[in-house]
């Protein structure tokens, strides 16, 4: 069976490190290894206009926002396909056939929907669109036979949902669908960063992120405002690592060259840590060694987005060739899916043939 992977992101703002540490950063690792047939980057703006139907401007002005993000962080459009699910009309005709086969109830018992429903205050006016984005989003996978599908832990209710319905078609009209399998990171603590502010996960939404795009003032404020030890109020106290969010952020980013460079009177982190814990180092010292951890791996990030940026028509061509290929193998599948459910009226010649038989 052929490896073929996909994921995307919604074009609601520019990505952060949530992101990066959750999949971006594996997907540029999946794409270099090169194990794989075929690699698709969906940018979704269609499930994004669920919840933002009434800003539409806000999607439009993203879109190049997140293209710019992918290709900075060194996805490569010669290596994989980005396109934008808006463009692949193959999508909405697919999602329209699996309605069919999920239940409204299954929907609202779904762990994402239902967090996310409650994280909008959708409870009393819910967008059906919202409701039936885990329906579309099986659709995104499998219009491609997508068979690996790198995403955060969260979003594993979701690929559970559209394997059930590539079980359930296959089960009525026959094998048309593999069931995908998530790939998440292999550190727990990057499948799900927190916010600078301690609280809930990193996220557009609540103003907690760090950005790929920030710059590096922007970096230095962020990281200065960290939550840490409410208790580690002078530097001789004894200070707590554990829900301390700067030490959750260097168990991800840290490296031991960064203690040579950066912070030879260290051994490593674990040492560090050390120190913190028996009192006698501050919140900022250690804050600033942050700083210069996350300066290394975005500056040649922000490099790249730089040198893309002079060049936005070039970024619109690589997104237009990209959803070009895609919907050239989403049509293909469309016709198969038609065909095993009976509907490629046209195309059946025994149709035509038995229905002149029956009218003779």
């Known amino acids: 069976m052929k490896d073929i992977i996909l994921t995307g ?4 703002g520019r990505l952060h490190l949530g992101h990066y540490v959750g999949s971006l950063k594996n ?3 999946m794409q270099n290894e090169g ?3 075929r690699m698709y980057i969906m940018i ?4 994004a206009l669920t919840d933002n139907f009434d800003d539409p401007g806000k999607i439009r002005e993203n879109l190049i926002e997140v293209a710019l993000d992918y290709l900075s962080v060194g996805l490569d459009p010669e290596k994989v396909t980005f396109f934008v699910q808006s463009q692949v009309s193959e999508l909405t005709e697919l999602t329209f056939y699996f309605l069919n086969l999920v239940t409204l109830s299954r929907l609202e018992r779904n762990p994402t929907v239902k967090s996310e429903i409650k994280l909008r205050d959708f409870e009393t006016s819910l967008p059906a669109g919202f409701l039936i984005y885990p329906v579309s989003q ?3 996978i499998l219009l491609f036979d997508a068979n690996i599908v790198p995403v955060g832990e969260d979003q594993e209710p979701m690929l559970e949902q559209a394997r059930e319905i590539a079980r359930s078609f296959n089960h009525i009209y026959g094998e048309t669908f593999v069931e995908p399998k998530a790939v998440l990171p292999e550190a727990k603590i990057a499948r799900r960063m927190p ?3 301690g609280g809930a996960k990193m996220s557009k939404s609540l103003g907690n992120a760090i950005y790929l795009a920030d710059d590096k003032k922007t970096v230095k404020k962020k990281v200065m405002s960290m ?3 409410p208790d580690h109020i002078n530097i001789e106290d004894p200070g707590k690592v554990e829900g301390n969010i700067v030490f959750t952020y260097l168990d991800v980013f840290s490296k031991p060259e960064h203690f040579k460079e950066f912070l030879p009177e260290y051994e490593n982190l674990e040492a560090l840590k050390d120190h913190y814990r028996r009192g006698g180092l501050g919140d900022v010292k250690v804050k600033k060694f942050l700083i210069k951890v996350l300066e290394d791996e975005l500056e040649p990030i922000r490099k790249r987005r730089a040198e893309y940026e002079k ?5 619109f061509k690589i997104l237009e060739e990209g959803t070009a290929k895609a919907r050239e193998a989403g049509r293909s599948k469309v016709e198969e899916v038609k065909k095993a459910m009976g509907i490629n009226y046209f195309e059946d010649e025994k149709l035509v043939k038995s229905l002149q038989e029956k009218y003779k």
Do not use: C, F, H, M
């Open 27 to 29: 997907r540029v690792i």
């Open 9 to 12: 992101d919604r074009p609601t």
């Open 227 to 229: 939550y840490t030890d």
């Open 195 to 197: 916010g600078i502010d």
């Open 44 to 47: 979704a703006d269609s499930q």
């Open 35 to 37: 194990n794989y047939d």
């Open 138 to 140: 099986a659709a995104d």
């Open 311 to 315: 060049d936005l028509e070039k970024v």
